[in-house]
T-cell receptor, first 112, second 112 residues
C-alpha cells in the first residue's frame, strides 16, 4: 500500500539559512500534520491542514510556516534556521473523519 | 499543555515473555493511538482506540481505552526479537484534524 512520502530525506543547512520540506500524503487522504522530533524525544505536533485550510496549531515557531496545496501535498518552510532546529521532521496524513494518522519516513534536518 | 505519562520508560525482558505498558493523563482524550518507532524511522500505527472501555487486538497486541478516558494500556504477548523498539502512546483531545500528544515512550529491549 502507498505510504506518506517525504522529501528530502536528509538536509544539511547552515544557521540563518532557509529550508523547505515536502510531504505527499497517502492517496485520498485530505489531512496532513507536521511533527518535530528531537534526539531521544517524543514527536511534537507543529501544525495541521484539512482540505487546504489550517486546522490545528501546536508549538510551531513563528519562523516556520506551512501550507497545503490543491493536490493535498504540503510544504513546511523554515527560515532563519537555528542549531536547535536540528531534528527529525515527520509528516502524517489521515482521511476525513478517520482519526488514524499515518506517518512518513521523516526528513532529518541538520543545522550547522 | 496536556501531558501523557507513559510507563515504564524501558523494559528488559526475555523472548517469549508478555509485556505491558500504559499511559495516563489528567486530561480526557477522545482517541488513543499506539505507535512503534524504530531508530531513524517514522512511527508505525499499531492500534487505534475510539471509545471508552474499548478493547482492541491486533495479532499479539491488545490495547484498551480506559473507562475514565484518561488512560490506556498496551499488552504484547509472547514477545519476539522484532518487537524491539520504542512504543509511544498518543492521545487526541479534539477532532480528526487535531494534532496528537505523545507520551515519552517505552523502550523495549528483548534478550534472546
Amino acid at each position: 500500500a502507498a505510504g506518506v512520502i517525504q522529501s528530502p530525506r536528509h538536509l544539511i543547512k547552515e544557521k540563518r539559512e532557509t529550508a523547505t520540506l515536502k510531504c505527499y500524503p497517502i492517496p485520498r487522504h485530505d489531512t496532513v500534520y507536521w511533527y518535530q522530533q528531537g534526539p531521544g524525544q517524543d514527536p511534537q505536533f507543529l501544525i495541521s491542514f484539512y482540505e487546504k485550510m489550517q486546522s490545528d496549531k501546536g508549538s510551531i515557531p513563528d519562523r516556520f510556516s506551512a501550507q497545503q496545496f490543491s493536490d493535498y501535498h504540503s510544504e513546511l518552510n523554515m527560515s532563519s534556521l537555528e542549531l536547535g532546529d536540528s531534528a527529525l521532521y515527520f509528516c502524517a496524513s489521515s482521511s476525513g473523519r478517520n482519526y488514524e494518522q499515518y506517518f512518513g519516513p521523516g526528513t532529518r534536518l541538520t543545522v550547522t | 499543555g496536556q501531558q501523557l505519562n507513559q510507563s515504564p520508560q524501558s523494559m528488559f525482558i526475555q523472548e517469549g515473555e508478555d509485556v505491558s505498558m500504559n499511559c495516563t493523563s489528567s486530561s480526557i482524550f477522545n482517541t488513543w493511538l499506539w505507535y512503534k518507532q524504530d531508530p531513524g524511522e517514522g512511527p508505525v500505527l499499531l492500534i487505534a482506540l475510539y471509545k471508552a472501555g474499548e478493547l482492541t487486538s491486533n495479532g499479539r497486541l491488545t490495547a484498551q481505552f480506559g473507562i475514565t478516558r484518561k488512560d490506556s494500556f498496551l499488552n504484547i504477548s509472547a514477545s519476539i526479537p522484532s518487537d524491539v523498539g520504542i512504543y509511544f502512546c498518543a492521545g487526541q483531545q479534539g477532532g480528526g484534524a487535531d494534532g496528537l500528544t505523545f507520551g515519552k515512550g517505552t523502550h523495549l529491549i528483548i534478550q534472546p
